[in-house]
């Protein structure tokens, strides 16, 4: 075994770190990664292209965090709250702008986390760049009508200057595209969060990347001896593309009691679609999110998802979930052990997801065990792993071939 260099440094880390995030409005599933990254890399500073510290966890100000020049635009326009969506879209233009302009020159390393724009960054030929992409840009890719429509930008409408909007937005759109596909080749390494976005950034980017998969934080998830079973559960933000609009017609043609807990631009459209057996309720502290976790008959998951914390955490709770067999939810859940895979996302695939799991018996430490790998420990583990292969080649100028990494 090679000995350490005198001065104490190990040549397989870089030293000087800084991370890239998207923005920081309000916590979700990428900013779990984050989370664990700041825990991985805990003297990098931190770059975001918005903050905003009064609707954060107390614990975000504690970090070195470094925003663009959309910070200031962002506070006039009123982007720093908790109903963001609907005034973001005023900044997407300049948002390449704003991560190009940051400098990293002064670092050997930085790791970016990205379902946009972070993976954008421009680094010297120096600095390492390894980019976690938890997706593709979905609104640039996928469901792209869905959400002109939700815009109220929608093709078809009678209003005169509907038309010069819509194409006005679609063009953009496409410059995003352009410029989207320009930044995925930036990295020198892609890691997609599953298998499923490996398979995507190659069919959007074409190009390939390691998969390791995010951490879920999973303490305090935990079974109850008696859980009520009264009410099934979502879980997640607002927002169209997870489809809550097929479990609230599910759950009423079913005569059963939903639970719906979130926030974002779809929430007054779901209120009006649904009956007294749905209840919404807003973001929700940690242990009450647990304990409805864990007393919930199924939770509901009918939308693609790029991977998909909420249901590890459900299933840490040793309580079933039906999702759509796409996406991240191929990975997470085991057909007929820890969920039930419903083949479309249709109310009618979902009123038999639920009579299935009806007829089923769930072992619930079962179910936990399963959620159980994905915890913390091991995303750590592979994230160095990855990084101690990836420092040494850089330096000396080889590709860093995701074929050549091997997961711990």
Known sequence: MASAPLDGRDPLWPERMALVHEYLIQAGGSEKVVQALTAFAPQAPLYVSLFSPHTMPSAWQELEIHTSFLQGWAKRLGVLRRDYHARLKYLLPWMPLAYESFDFSGYDCVISSSHAFAKGILTGEQTLHLSYIHSPTRYLWENRELYLERGGLGGGGHHRWIRPAYVLSQWLLHRLRQWDVLAAQRPDLLIANSQH?????????????????????????????????????????????????????????????????????????????????????????????????????????????????????????????????????????????????????????????????????????RIRAHALQFAPARFQAQMGSLLRWAWPRFQVGEPLDPKNWQAQ
Do not use: M
């Open 197 to 365: 976005i490996r398979r995507r950034i190659y069919k959007t980017y074409r190009r390939d990347a390691v998969v390791i998969h995010p951490p879920v934080p999973l303490e305090g998830f935990q079974p109850v001896a008696d859980p009520s079973a009264d009410y099934d559960l979502v879980v997640g933000r607002l927002v169209p593309y997870k489809r809550v609009d097929l479990a609230i017609a599910a759950c009423e043609r079913l005569g059963r009691r939903l639970l719906i807990v979130g926030e974002g631009p779809e929430l007054s459209r779901l209120k009006a679609l649904a009956g007294p057996l749905v209840e919404f309720l807003p973001h929700q502290p940690q242990a009450r999110l647990q304990e409805l976790f864990a007393h919930c008959r199924t939770l509901l998951f009918p939308w693609v998802e790029d991977f998909g914390l909420v249901p590890v955490e459900a299933q840490a709770c040793g309580r079933p979930v039906i999702a759509l067999n796409r996406g991240g939810t191929q990975e997470t859940v085991i057909h007929g052990e820890t969920g039930i895979h419903i083949p479309e996302a249709s109310v009618d695939a979902l009123v038999e997801g639920l009579r299935q799991a009806d007829r089923q018996e769930w072992d619930p430490q």
